[in-house]
């Protein structure tokens, strides 16, 4: 069982290119989440998806797309990468077992991504 | 607005010391409550969850959490730390209605230094 799987799980770009990172988990979960980490910041939510076919922003989505076409895959671009963008980047997922309830978030092992 | 506060930045103990790891939210209904572990290099892990009933609640690896609804607070604890335990520590609080539901809102994180 695979879980929640990102790629790449290193990338650096130069400013101004841009870059589509991969998240694709097998647990049927219906919440995909993007998450950013930076030194001293913890984890910011970028955007997030509470179905397919459906996204919405987080804390600190500028600059940042993300797409769900399918349950199992959530894609975060960036359209012109930035050194602001130089970060962490997580994915995860999570369910609903009853109506009203979420579970906790099963995380990806991460992207690092450094923007030169 | 909903916040997670971890007010130590970094704490050493030494090993086979107890060890506890403060937390405080601000959340407008009864939340939903996570500590998460992270090592080097590595995504999060869940150690241990709060959704209802009682207040204190085991984890994995030997950590416990007691919800205190009074202050606010979720605190984890462990009463003898052991060398592998060196990691960061997230407090996260998820949404449990309306507009939050699914989103989970973490702490700055805590790093813990053990000492031989």
């Known amino acids: 069982n695979a879980g929640v799987t990102q790629t790449p799980k290193f990338r650096v770009l130069k400013t101004g290119q841009s870059m589509t990172l991969l998240c694709a988990q097998d647990?049927?979960?219906?919440?995909m989440y993007w998450y950013r980490q930076d030194p001293g910041m913890g984890l910011r939510l970028i955007h997030y998806?509470?179905?397919?076919?459906?996204?919405a922003k987080g804390e600190v989505p500028d600059g940042y797309n993300v797409s769900r076409l399918k349950k199992q895959n959530f894609l975060l671009g960036l359209e012109s990468a930035a050194p602001s963008q130089t970060s962490v980047y997580f994915c995860?997922?999570?369910?609903?077992?009853?109506?009203?309830?979420?579970?906790?978030?099963?995380f990806g092992q991460g992207t690092r991504l450094t923007v030169v | 607005a909903q916040s997670v506060t971890q007010p130590d930045i970094h704490i050493t103990v030494s090993e086979g010391a107890s060890l506890e790891l403060r937390c405080n939210y601000s959340?407008?209904?009864?939340?939903?409550l996570f500590w998460y572990v992270q090592s080097p290099g590595q995504g999060l892990q869940l150690l241990l969850k709060?959704?209802?009933?009682?207040?204190l609640v085991q984890g994995i690896k030997g950590f416990e959490a007691e919800f205190k609804r009074s202050q606010s607070s979720f605190n984890l604890r462990k009463p003898s730390v052991h060398w592998s335990d060196a990691a960061e520590y997230f407090c996260?609080?998820?949404?449990?209605?309306?507009?939050?539901?699914?989103?989970?809102?973490f702490g700055r994180g805590t790093q813990l230094t053990v000492w031989p």
């Open positions: 995860a997922s999570s369910y609903t077992p009853v109506r009203g309830m979420v579970t906790e978030a099963f």
């Open positions: 647990m049927n979960h219906e919440y």
């Open positions: 998806s509470v179905g397919e076919g459906t996204t």
């Open positions: 959340y407008g209904a009864t939340p939903y």
């Open positions: 709060y959704f209802s009933g009682d207040t």
């Open positions: 996260a609080v998820g949404g449990n209605r309306g507009s939050t539901l699914g989103r989970l809102y």
